[in-house]
């Protein structure tokens, strides 16, 4: 019994290896956050090994990712980064929620939520763990970037507009 079940397992591995997610490689940089703000060299090189990989048009996968379960596993975590922040579409969207995502960029790095503890788990791209002073060149780039939008824009159009309709349910 336990050979007929190892062999069914054996038999769907084998199968889901056929069923692959779609890959984020575009890197279309048509409204790139670069496009519109300034972004330094070491600032731009701390965002591509840390942030990139779930935060933009262009993911650089690893090996594993050839592998299914792994590579929805993946593609999820790519789908989820780009939905709460794309770098590679930035500039597409309206300036109080562009401010708003620099504050959020600014919160996540700060409290160490962001790059995201399983995407540096047992070493792997051991790269994008961030040093103190990585974090503040970041945040201090986001910072400089929502005052930038402060100086330039009526205070008004920097607020977020209020929801309509009922809460998200949870």
């Keep these: 019994m336990l050979k007929k079940i190892l062999i069914g397992l054996g038999i769907v591995l084998i199968i889901i290896q056929f069923i692959r997610p779609d890959r984020n490689e575009s890197n279309d940089l048509t409204y790139d956050i670069a496009t519109k703000y300034p972004v330094s060299e070491d600032v731009a090189q701390l965002l591509q090994v840390s942030c990139n990989d779930c935060h933009s048009n262009k993911t650089e996968y690893p090996w594993y990712a050839n592998v299914q379960p792994v590579a929805w ?88 507009p209020k929801r309509q309709g009922p809460p998200p349910s949870e």
């Design 73 to 160: 596993w993946l593609n999820d975590h790519v789908v989820d980064g780009k939905r709460h922040l794309n770098f590679s579409t930035f500039t597409k969207m309206p300036i109080a929620i562009q401010n708003h995502k620099f504050e959020e960029t600014i919160e996540m790095v700060e409290k160490k939520e962001m790059p995201l503890a399983d995407y540096t788990y047992l070493g792997l791209h051991s790269e994008a763990k961030l040093t103190d002073d990585q974090r503040e060149k970041i945040t201090d780039w986001a910072k400089a970037q929502m005052t930038y939008l402060k100086n330039s824009y009526p205070a008004d159009s920097l607020v977020m």
